[in-house]
């Protein structure tokens, strides 16, 4: 026998026992579409220890889970499809313990409605009387790639209107007026959309075009035109009127035009057919020819040359220079040396101070203010080179004298020369000597060595070289005279010649 207070006599030792989660709805697989609402069902959840349960429906697959409800039963929908997707029951009971149930469903998209497009007749278009009108639809469109069904509903504006076909594209010839056409698209779940166009059929206007071969030229050059892609709707006769827009006009289907003056022209071509006429307009870019630089290189007398001598004054004579569309008000040198100078003359005089191919350029400024150029190359040929004379000089021991002369472009040839080398000094002395010359590198190009008795009979040599044996190197050449002397002192003496000659 046990009393009140015994020991297991309170409720509160009974252990608390975990709810069971069990989804009645929807069943394992089952398929719903997009937005369509379908019935969660966890009434057959239970809790072994009669305790109240709390309920809670997530959906898994399509990003963060979504919370659908907290009801035990309820009717949800999804808007986004998705497949194998896990829609999870949670019950918990008043002791906090948990379980669940899972099952797995596919949210198929739903139908979508087609949507309705007409290609032609265009809505507000104007369309020729007497041609066949065609009806376009095959533009509409289902986003479920259903096939479609085409009810075409026509009628004259303000009037009843009449299936006119079932077809995605069709033509009919209709009579003058406007018109209004229906197009009704609906696919095999009967979801359906329509769109309205209003047209005309009139008597068209002709259509102008114009063809040019060019849109910018100077002037009195001359624009091909070509109207030949104009048309009439109906197929009428055209005329042509074309207007230049420099108060000349042409009635030809493809005329030619040139514009004297420099400006921005429209070219207006008119066809008409019978009553009716049509027009198309081009801009057209004349361009001056601006002035033309023309000069030639003149002489003392007045010859015209190509090629002139260093340090000599010649003419360029600019005045052959023409402005067709204004007077020439300056003229410009660049005399291809690094000097320039600006004129209201036509000619002027310059000498260039060192030998080479100058590229001369003439710019031509007239009262427009446009410009013209021409470049002339000019010749420049070195002055021939000549140096002579006589040195003497005490020879104790050893010396040299070195003599510098520079060797240009254009050189033909060359020659050195020592002369009279020889010495005054007492009875049976002499002095040997050496001649070298080098060029601009540095290399020997001539030598002569030999001995002369004081009092005796003088030495001579000379070196020439001509460029058409061999190559001149060009730039200062350096021509040696060295005396040796082992004896008593002598006097020596020497005449020398340089000479560059240059062709010309």
């Known amino acids: 026998m046990c009393f009140s207070g015994c020991l297991g006599d309170s409720e509160d030792d009974v252990p608390n026992r975990a709810p069971e989660a069990r989804i009645l709805k929807p069943g394992q697989g089952n398929n719903f579409e997009v937005g369509e609402f379908f019935t969660i069902d966890g009434s057959l959840s239970s809790d072994p220890d009669d305790d109240d349960l709390q309920y809670m429906w997530t959906l898994s697959g399509l990003g963060s889970p979504i919370d659908l409800s907290t009801q035990m039963s309820d009717s949800v929908m999804v808007d986004m499809p998705g497949d194998d997707l896990v829609l999870t029951l949670m019950v918990m009971d008043s002791g906090g313990l948990t379980s669940q149930d899972i099952v797995v469903i596919n949210i198929e998209p739903g139908n979508r409605p087609p949507v309705a497009s007409i290609i032609t007749p265009s809505n507000g278009g104007s369309y020729s009387k007497g041609k066949e009108v065609t009806f376009n ?114 009635s030809l289907k493809s005329p030619q035009h040139s514009w004297d003056d420099a400006g921005m022209y429209q070219v207006t071509l008119t066809v008409i057919a019978e009553d009716q006429e049509g027009s198309e307009t081009k801009n057209i870019e004349i361009k001056s020819l601006g002035p033309i630089a023309e000069f030639e290189f003149e002489d003392e007398s007045g010859s015209e040359v190509e090629k002139t001598r260093s340090n000599a004054n010649i003419t360029l004579d600019g005045g052959d220079s023409s402005g067709p569309d204004g007077e020439i008000k300056e003229y410009k040198w660049n005399f291809g040396d690094g000097m320039e100078r600006t004129t209201n003359e036509s000619s002027t005089e310059y000498s260039w101070s060192a030998g080479g191919y100058y590229n001369v350029t003439l710019t031509v400024t007239d009262e427009n203010d446009e410009t013209g150029e021409i470049v002339k190359i000019l010749q420049v040929v070195p002055e021939d080179y000549s140096e002579e004379g006589q040195d003497s000089s005490p020879v104790a021991q050893d010396i040299e004298q ?22 005054i000094g007492a009875v049976g002395s002499s002095l040997d000597y050496t001649l070298t010359i080098a060029d601009s590198t540095g290399n020997e190009v001539g030598s002569s060595n030999g001995n002369i008795a004081c009092g005796g009979e003088a030495a001579s040599w000379n070196l020439a070289i001509n460029s058409e044996d061999n190559p001149i190197q060009l730039g200062d050449y350096q021509a040696n005279i060295a005396f040796t002397n082992s004896g008593t002192p002598v006097q020596a003496s020497w005449n020398y010649k340089f000479v560059v000659i240059y062709e010309f």
Do not use: R
């Open 137 to 250: 639809g095959m533009s509409s469109s289902d986003a479920d790639n259903d096939p479609l069904t085409y009810v075409w509903e026509l009628g004259e504006a303000g009037e009843p209107t009449y299936k006119a076909s079932t077809e995605g594209k069709f033509s009919l010839d209709l009579g003058e007026g406007g018109w209004s056409v229906t197009l009704t698209v609906t696919d095999p779940d009967g979801e359906s959309n329509f769109i309205k166009h209003s047209f005309s059929v009139t008597d068209l206007p002709p259509v102008a075009s114009i063809k040019l071969d060019k849109t910018s030229v100077f002037t009195d050059e001359i624009i091909q035109f070509s109207g030949e892609d104009s048309y009439d709707p109906e197929g009428k006769a055209l005329d042509f009127l074309w207007d230049f827009g420099d108060n000349k006009t042409s």
């Open 402 to 423: 070195n003599y510098n002369f520079n060797v240009e472009i254009f050189v033909s040839s060359m020659e050195i020369e020592f002369t009279e080398i020889s010495c």
